[in-house]
């Protein structure tokens, strides 16, 4: 198909049906690279620790997703109700209006949260086109990810209210809007809401724990997400390889961006591992979006940190603009830099460590 419309491979032509203007491959690559000198040495501290914790001499690929200290699972809330009255608590603290706006769904019956037999898995936003309204759908079942879901999806229902009222000619709503500022939207409530689930979901210590958890996935997803794009670029671009040499490339990489872990007597199973993305089956080459989206979401809530109020206004009116303007542009509206170079990522990488730090001696007086 690639070849017929005239480009050289596969790649070429998804970045061009994808309408991709602002960034090129080689803009990817170069993204990539930026992750795995900051993103991917702090995920290894991160995980170096957690090893300690664990008393164990080795990482196992579970271990990624065990609690370092070996603690039970955070459970925040008992029903969707409580899922829906704290986080409508959580939003009264961000923006009454954005409160309202979450509310209204309640009210309308727009959110459907829990997880019962025979339900669709997954979670998402879906535009109701007829009366512009958002509906939510997720599988909560009381877990602390289920929390930051619920934000994550609130994020792209206020990005559907906030295009709402323009007219029928503007044809800038939806899936209009790009990939790589719609998850702004909504990864920068996950990080926003997590300021304040003290008081709502948990008390203090266990607060804590979340946003250290939260931040934590977070700098480690940097990393899958550069290794997941590498590789989809190597497979269409080398339309002729092996299985073999698929394994090779996919084993190396995802060494390169991990966090060390040990695949010891597993090693057939690493080399089927990436087989579990579905992006790259159902949607190719739709993934690094979520990075350019993280550093964003990163800017916002380190500017909300210092300024709740001039960060809101400025997420708010960003949002508005749906998708009439060009990536950068609408970047440049919320207030961050359409820049995903060294620098640039080396300052986020080194902000979301201070923060993880003041965490961890946050969690260590609160023991004292």
């Not at 070849?3 to 994808?18: I, L, P, Q, S, T």
């Not at 602002?22 to 991160?46: K, N």
């Not at 999806?153 to 559907?160: C, D, Q, R, V």
């Not at 590789?231 to 090779?248: A, C, G, I, K, L």
Request: aromatic share 14%; with cysteine; net charge negative.
């Amino acid at each position: 198909m690639a070849v017929n419309a005239g480009f050289e491979n596969y790649r070429d032509y998804a970045f061009r049906k994808k309408e991709r203007f602002e960034y090129t491959p080689e803009d990817a690559f170069r993204f990539h690279d930026a992750v795995e000198g900051s993103f991917v040495p702090l995920a290894r501290e991160i995980y170096e620790k957690a090893k300690e914790r664990l008393g164990i001499d080795t990482l196992r690929p579970w271990d990624i997703f065990a609690d370092p200290e070996g603690k039970r699972p955070l459970l925040p809330f008992n029903s969707a109700e409580d899922l829906v009255r704290g986080c409508i608590q959580i939003h009264e603290s961000v923006s009454p209006d954005l409160a309202n706006q979450f509310k209204r769904l309640r009210d309308l019956n727009l959110l459907d949260l829990e997880s019962r037999p025979g339900k669709a898995p997954g979670g998402y936003n879906y535009e109701l086109s007829e009366v512009r309204l958002p509906f939510i759908f997720t599988n909560a079942v009381g877990r602390d990810d289920d929390v930051y879901t619920l934000l994550h999806e609130s994020g792209h229902a206020f990005h559907t209210f906030a295009t709402r009222e323009a007219g029928l000619l503007f044809d800038y709503r939806g899936e209009s809007i790009p990939s790589e500022f719609a998850e702004v939207a909504s990864t920068a409530m996950e990080f926003i809401g997590g300021e304040h689930l003290s008081g709502v979901f948990y008390d203090e210590g266990d607060a804590t724990r979340s946003m250290r958890s939260h931040l934590s996935d977070m700098v480690r997803l940097m990393g899958w997400v550069a290794t997941i794009d590498s590789f989809q670029q190597w497979v269409y671009t080398h339309p002729d390889h092996s299985r073999d040499e698929r394994s090779e490339f996919w084993v190396g990489v995802q060494e390169k961006y991990g966090v060390g872990e040990s695949w010891e007597g597993y090693e057939e199973a690493r080399e089927s591992y990436w087989q579990r993305q579905l992006h790259l089956f159902e949607v190719p080459f739709y993934y690094i979006e979520y990075n350019i989206a993280a550093l964003g979401a990163i800017n916002l809530w380190l500017r909300y940190r210092k300024d709740p109020k001039d960060t809101v206004e400025a997420y708010r009116g960003s949002l508005s603009l749906g998708g009439s303007k060009p990536i950068p542009e609408l970047f440049e509206a919320a207030g961050i830099p359409w820049d995903f170079g060294k620098g640039m990522v080396d300052r986020y990488a080194n902000e979301l460590r201070r923060v993880l730090t003041s965490l961890e001696e946050a969690k260590v007086s609160m023991k004292g």
